[in-house]
């Protein structure tokens, strides 16, 4: 063996003087004595060497005392509060946490509001966890007395977040006994899922629960009124502090009983009837008496709500959300809406002589978004404090995208269309020479954010006409004659955005220089460009709070 050979093994020795020798190393020196062949030897050599001094850092490293780790050192009451967040926000069950270390067990023990959110679930062998709505999350499983008895323990007397799947007719009578009738005056909010009714709605009209904290329900798949029934007359007699309902239903509501109107503290109502419900999911009763609501959600009602009740009802109602929808009767009702400042509409059921042009009135709405695949509800609007406009969805071919741009917005309709003072965003198919025609009535629109499927279709003479340059040699070269000049179309424009959902390179290197244009060409004028963006992908978030409100 040669001279590195020798080294390398003397200093293989001197590191395994103080820490074991790895499997590579031993298997390294094996291989350098087993060859003959002066090249392979001379490579094994060279990572041998690399190996060893590898291992020499590795031994000369302070070793750590986990004790000593930085967080042992926190507090329990600042890891309890960590601990809270990280349920909450993440999820995670409790007993996930307690199994870190005996530390963490004792604080996971004894930190209540970790156990807050239980879920039950009659006739589910198999545990499960689901994260469920953002709002009313899953919690943990409970799917024994026992069980149930330890998770209700541990979570003191903090409010308590409840979900009951009722998943068959097999009811642990001392389950519902404990958590209803014990600590139901500690239930803060209620995640209620029923496929299985007739001998839930026994029990629980015998156990007679007092739910007198309760703020927040949301009712999914129902498909019994009898049980929803029960349910409200216990909200009605013992939930005065109720103002959140979501209800997800697979009957018409008919019953009398079913009344929010008896609820009188509910202010947030979400109403998803599914669809092909026989009646549209509601009966008169159901909408009479709810002049408290302040936002309100609904999907799939062929009748909608704004037919019943009283001329004066919805007076509080700030913000309006409706999907799959009839809106028949908004013009009767737009008058008595003084509070409506965020709408949001989806896929609206439209009868072309339902409203006459510019009949519904509302005005004191400032956030108006459409999710349609045509424009034509919009000229059944007149918004007069709009600031902020979104259309989205339209499927028109671009002759009739062309036709209904026209006919809401144009020299005889201005004033009465939509126009919004801030914000735009509009989803089109027209061509640019009728959007163009659109925005030379947008005068004071500050940003706006044009969406289209391609970049192809992105219209040239849109941007080129929004770079007009002021004229005259003498004009250019005065600044305070710059700073006082304005474009003739959009002149109040700051932000300008493009969003394509794909295109080829070279026509979006042609649009992006089209933008870069609008830029240049308003650049230290009193039209100056803050903000100029060409995006490939999908729409930005929505403006229009409202839209958070719409039913899945």
């Not at 690399?50 to 507090?75: F, G, M, T, V, W």
Request: proline share 5%.
């Amino acid at each position: 063996m040669d001279t590195e050979t020798s080294f390398a093994i003397v200093s293989l020795s001197r590191a395994g003087e103080g820490a074991k020798i790895s499997g590579d190393i031993q298997e390294l020196l094996d291989l350098i004595e087993r060859t003959n062949d002066r090249n392979l030897k001379r490579e094994l050599e060279i990572l041998l060497n690399d190996l060893l001094s590898k291992n020499e850092q590795q031994a000369a490293r302070p070793r750590r005392d986990p004790s000593q780790s930085p967080i042992r050192s926190i507090p329990p009451e600042i890891l309890s509060y960590i601990m809270k967040f990280h349920v909450d926000d993440h999820l995670h069950l409790p007993w996930a946490l307690a199994c870190v270390s005996r530390s963490w067990r004792s604080t996971a023990l004894s930190s209540p509001r970790l156990w807050r959110r239980i879920h039950i679930a009659f006739g589910q062998d198999k545990p499960t966890y689901r994260p469920g709505n953002t709002i009313f999350p899953k919690g943990i499983r409970c799917g024994s007395l026992e069980c149930l008895e330890v998770v209700v323990t541990r979570s003191g007397v903090v409010p308590l977040h409840i979900s009951i799947d009722v998943l068959s007719e097999e009811i642990n009578k001392d389950m519902l006994h404990l958590i209803s009738v014990q600590n139901g005056h500690r239930w803060q909010t209620l995640h209620w899922s029923a496929s299985y009714s007739a001998t839930f709605t026994a029990l629980w009209t015998e156990l007679q629960p007092r739910l007198s904290n309760l703020e927040a329900v949301r009712f999914s798949l129902i498909q019994d009124s009898r049980l929803l029934g029960a349910v409200f007359a216990t909200l009605q007699r013992t939930s005065l502090n109720l103002h959140t309902l979501q209800l997800d239903a697979r009957f018409r509501i008919f019953d009398d009983s079913i009344n929010i109107g008896n609820l009188r503290g509910v202010r947030h109502l979400e109403l998803n009837t599914l669809p092909g419900v026989m009646g549209g999911g509601t009966s008169q009763s159901f909408w009479s008496r709810i002049p408290q609501l302040e936002t309100l959600a609904f999907a799939n009602q062929s009748e909608g709500p704004f037919i019943y009740g009283s001329p004066h009802g919805f007076e509080r109602l700030s913000s309006l959300a409706a999907k799959g929808s009839s809106l028949r009767g908004l013009d009767q009702r737009a008058s008595s809406l003084k509070t409506l400042t965020h709408v949001c509409l989806e896929g609206i059921l439209v009868d072309p002589t339902e409203f006459s042009p510019f009949s519904i009135s509302l005005a004191k709405v400032t956030h108006f978004t459409l999710i349609n695949r045509s424009y034509r509800p919009l000229a059944w609007f007149r918004l007069p404090s709009l600031s902020y406009l979104e259309v989205y969805g339209s499927q028109a071919d671009g002759k009739e995208a062309n036709i209904e741009l026209d006919t809401i917005w144009n020299p005889q309709t201005y004033g009465r269309a939509p126009t919004p003072s801030d914000s735009l965003r509009l989803e089109s198919r027209a061509n640019d020479v009728h959007l163009l025609a659109m925005m030379r009535l947008m005068n004071s629109v500050k940003n706006l954010q044009l969406h289209y499927d391609t970049a192809s279709r992105v219209g040239l003479k849109l941007l080129t006409s929004l770079a007009v340059r002021p004229r005259g040699k003498a004009k250019t070269s005065d600044p305070d004659f710059l700073k006082k000049w304005k474009a003739p179309i959009c002149p109040e424009l700051k932000t300008l955005v493009i969003v394509c959902k794909q295109g080829a390179r070279s026509d979006c290197d042609t649009r992006r220089e089209a933008l870069v244009d609008v830029g240049n060409a308003r650049k230290g004028t009193g039209s100056h460009m803050k903000f100029l963006l060409f995006h490939i992908g999908e729409k930005h978030s929505s403006l229009n709070p409202a839209m958070d409100l719409l039913p899945v």
